[in-house]
């Protein structure tokens, strides 16, 4: 099954329309299936008192509360049709993971095929249960949760009738450190919950989500902008476009290389298999009624004649022609 490849923009547009499509065009032209922003009202989600997170006091000014930082970063519902149109255009998927309830009901009206839910809303009951009323599939992050906030928020959507829900393994640290990513939670998750379980990814570099990719994940999420050094609180631990599409491009080598499962010569070896392998031949020029001994045959390439692993079965054996050194056995 082919990896669904999300390029997160989140709110990488900093709040220009312009600069949203433009990160649609570089998403498509990266290969990726899938372009999500996120859709908020700043007042509705944040309140005055709100202090931002450490990673985002590093990226913007010391003096801004997490509220006035979110209105800056904000589009507008007429600026999310617009975009979910240049989208369909451009054909590659819009997705945007809503923040409050409003915002959900907005982009259910919007035409979304399904619903990312972001891991600071899995323990919002309200939240989820408005998600769940529109009967799509989801994708759940589950960064800072524990295994039993998880199946909480499972439960909730199944209750609701959603059985189509994909889980995102993820940490929510900007970037994470290696230590802490946890991969193998994938694999454990996986079996857990029996569900299909993808990785939001937040480290530096694409190393990680191509791994994710091999150990299973079907689903890969991961941050992107145009520009590092512009200001806003993701830019810095987010990929750029050339960067993007390498991820991409790995993540698909990697599903080539995935294969079946099943041990067997590949068709791209099989003509080596008589160059590399062995057969017995004749250790010394042999006289035709002599017996096979291990003084008079041996093993060498190329592997066109009697397998070495039947040399006990010449072993004893009579010549029946001469042979001469090299010169491959027959029985």
């Known amino acids: 099954m082919k990896v669904y490849i999300i390029a997160e923009a989140g709110v990488n547009h900093n709040g220009d329309i312009?600069?949203?499509?433009?990160?649609?065009?570089?998403?498509?032209?990266?290969?990726?299936?899938?372009?999500?922003?996120?859709?908020?009202?700043?007042?509705k989600i944040v309140s005055k008192n709100a202090v931002k997170a450490e990673y985002q006091c590093k990226k913007a000014a010391e003096d801004e509360s997490q509220l006035e930082m979110i209105k800056k970063l904000q589009l507008s519902f007429v600026e999310f049709k617009e975009l979910y149109d240049y989208c369909q255009q451009k054909e590659i998927d819009f997705l945007s993971t809503p923040f409050d309830l409003?915002?959900?009901d907005f982009l259910a009206g919007l035409g979304m095929d399904r619903w990312k839910i972001p891991s600071g809303e899995i323990t919002n009951l309200p939240y989820l249960l408005?998600?769940?009323?529109?009967?799509?599939?989801?994708?759940?992050?589950?960064?800072?949760?524990?295994?039993?906030?998880?199946?909480?928020a499972v439960e909730v959507l199944k209750k609701t009738g959603i059985e189509d829900i994909t889980l995102l393994h993820c940490n929510t640290e900007y970037p994470t450190p290696y230590e802490d990513v946890n991969l193998k939670a994938i694999v454990s998750m996986r079996k857990l919950f029996k569900l299909p379980v993808g990785y939001s990814d937040?480290?530096?570099?694409?190393?990680?989500?191509?791994?994710?990719?091999?150990?299973?994940?079907?689903v890969i999420e991961k941050h992107f902008t145009l520009d590092k050094t512009l200001p806003g609180p993701d830019h810095k631990a987010s990929l750029e476009p050339e960067e993007l599409r390498e991820m991409v491009q790995a993540i698909r080598n990697i599903e080539k290389a995935m294969g079946d499962g099943v041990k067997k010569p590949s068709p791209s070896e099989i003509k080596n298999m008589c160059v590399v392998r062995k057969s017995i031949v004749a250790k010394r020029s042999i006289k035709k009624g002599e017996v096979f001994t291990e003084e008079n045959i041996t093993v060498k390439r190329p592997g066109s004649g009697i397998s070495p692993m039947r040399w006990f079965e010449v072993l004893g054996k009579v010549a029946k022609k001469d042979f001469l050194e090299d010169e491959m056995i027959e029985i």
């Open 102 to 104: 409003e915002s959900i």
């Open 202 to 218: 937040h480290t530096l570099g694409i190393e990680v989500p191509v791994a994710a990719v091999a150990l299973g994940a079907p």
């Open 18 to 43: 312009e600069l949203a499509k433009k990160m649609v065009d570089e998403a498509k032209r990266a290969g990726a299936d899938c372009i999500k922003f996120q859709t908020f009202i700043a007042e």
């Open 130 to 152: 408005r998600i769940a009323r529109y009967k799509k599939p989801v994708i759940l992050s589950t960064g800072m949760s524990t295994v039993e906030e998880t199946r909480a």
